[in-house]
């Protein structure tokens, strides 16, 4: 099987979390295709490891859900926090927001929730800030699909396909990747890169080995 390894200048094999403010990223201006393993590069830790298309690491998620329960952070190949995920409190159903950096004192960026009809072919959906008013009129992206088929579709409030989780196909007839390999689609203009991440953890949590 192919290795997936990020380049050698991505990665400093280091654990330390920097100290410098988040990033603020756009949405990509050409599709971004990325591998995530859902693996950390780190020894004895949970987590995910994404690459771009070069093979540069992305994004990491290290320690996830380790030490401190309901709480994930998603950082950049250096260890710059880029977005908090935290489990919300008091919510009916699965329901978890998504803060700037590394501080959960600021108002969240987003609110991701699980759909509850399971008539609805709607995995989870995502509404702007805690926003608690109405679902309908609030809804900016809705994930549709299989995550456990790694087959699923993030569509924005027009219904234009934002991102993509795919199954890695094996190249040259080599060896299959499993679940634990994939890849992230995310489409010019419609949402962020870290935003797209930041949902495929949350699925992970929703519908994953990690809801265990």
Request: positive net charge; glycine residues 8%; proline residues 4%.
């Amino acid at each position: 099987m192919t290795k997936v390894y990020p380049n050698a200048s991505s990665f400093s094999g280091g654990g330390t979390i920097s100290e410098r403010p988040p990033k603020v990223l756009a949405a990509p201006e050409s599709e971004a295709i990325l591998t995530v393993w859902k693996k950390s590069l780190l020894f004895n830790c949970n987590g995910f490891t994404v690459f771009g298309s070069k093979g540069d690491l992305v994004f990491r998620v290290d320690n996830y859900m380790d030490g401190n329960k309901g709480e994930i952070l998603l950082m950049d190949a250096t260890g710059n926090p880029l977005l908090t995920i935290r489990r919300k409190k008091m919510s009916l159903g699965d329901s978890w927001l998504v803060y700037k950096g590394e501080s959960t004192s600021t108002n969240p960026l987003l609110c991701v929730r699980k759909s509850m009809n399971i008539l609805n072919k709607c995995l989870a959906y995502v509404i702007p800030g805690d926003n608690t008013s109405n679902r309908s009129n609030n809804v900016v992206y809705e994930i549709e699909g299989s995550y456990s088929q790694r087959s699923c579709s993030v569509y924005d409030d027009r219904r234009r396909l934002a991102a993509e989780i795919k199954k890695k196909e094996a190249v040259n007839g080599g060896v299959a990747y499993g679940n634990d390999i994939f890849r992230l689609v995310v489409q010019p203009g419609h949402i962020r890169t870290d935003f797209a991440m930041a949902l495929v953890i949350l699925l992970d949590q929703m519908f994953g080995s990690s809801r265990r």
